[in-house]
């Protein structure tokens, strides 16, 4: 059960794009459609942001995306707010378990 | 509105036990499978266990196996985790989640 690779930190402009990547396995980001990715700012609790890879629960902006390649999902933010700062988190299958990326500090210059 | 609440946490001696609850309302909690999640002080989630909707199927990270048990009262709309042999690594405040929605969490520490 070893937690999914996020890079720790990324970073842009306002109106800029960040892409975040979320690499697993076979048995897990790569075995199934079911990646999610969370948002959390401090000392809240995470947001569900995208899930089944690609869709978005009623009210998040569009500005946010997620895809999936093989063993790799990513989240793409688009248009960058100041309030986008936080750390993501995704989220995949593994079987009859659950497990997460390390996370990434999203840092809006 | 969906709300989940988590209860129980507090401060225990490393070997002791406790037991987390986490209250839903506004939907249909017999419905869902449900998790526990972690975060220990400035580290990353880390998922705990889940449980599926009736009840009848289980599963754990390895790291609580055998120590921690989730269960569920649909009829209460509550689920629990009994957290026995508690070490100073649990130290983390547990979130109840129904992977859309999550509780405000609970502080464990586990210290002498």
């Known amino acids: 059960q070893s937690a999914l690779t996020q890079p720790p930190s990324a970073s842009g402009s306002p109106g800029q794009s960040v892409t975040i990547s979320c690499t697993g396995t076979s048995s897990d980001v790569g075995g199934y459609n079911y990646v999610s990715w969370y948002q959390q700012h401090p000392g809240k609790a995470p947001k569900l942001m995208i899930y089944e890879v690609s869709k978005r629960p009623s009210g998040v902006p569009d500005r946010f995306s997620g895809s999936k390649s093989g063993n790799t999902a990513s989240l793409t933010v688009s248009g960058l707010q100041a309030e986008d700062e936080a750390d993501y988190y995704c989220?995949?299958?593994?079987?009859?378990?659950?497990?997460f990326g390390g996370g990434t500090k999203l840092t809006v210059l | 509105e969906v709300q989940l609440v988590e209860s129980g946490g507090g401060l225990v001696q490393p070997g002791g036990s406790l037991r987390l609850s986490c209250a839903a309302s506004g939907f249909t909690f017999s419905s869902y499978w449900m998790h526990w999640v972690r975060q220990a002080p400035g580290k990353g989630l880390v998922w705990v266990s889940r449980?599926?909707?009736?009840?009848?199927?289980?599963s754990y990270a390895d790291s609580v196996k055998g120590r921690f048990t989730i269960s569920r009262d649909n009829a209460k709309n509550t689920l629990y985790l009994q957290m026995n042999s508690l070490r100073a690594e649990d130290t983390a405040v547990y979130y109840c989640?129904?992977?859309?929605?999550w509780g405000q969490g609970t502080l464990v520490t586990v210290s002498s």
């Open positions: 449980i599926n909707s009736d009840g009848s199927s289980t």
């Open positions: 989220c995949s299958y593994a079987g009859s378990n659950r497990v």
């Open positions: 989640t129904s992977s859309t929605s």
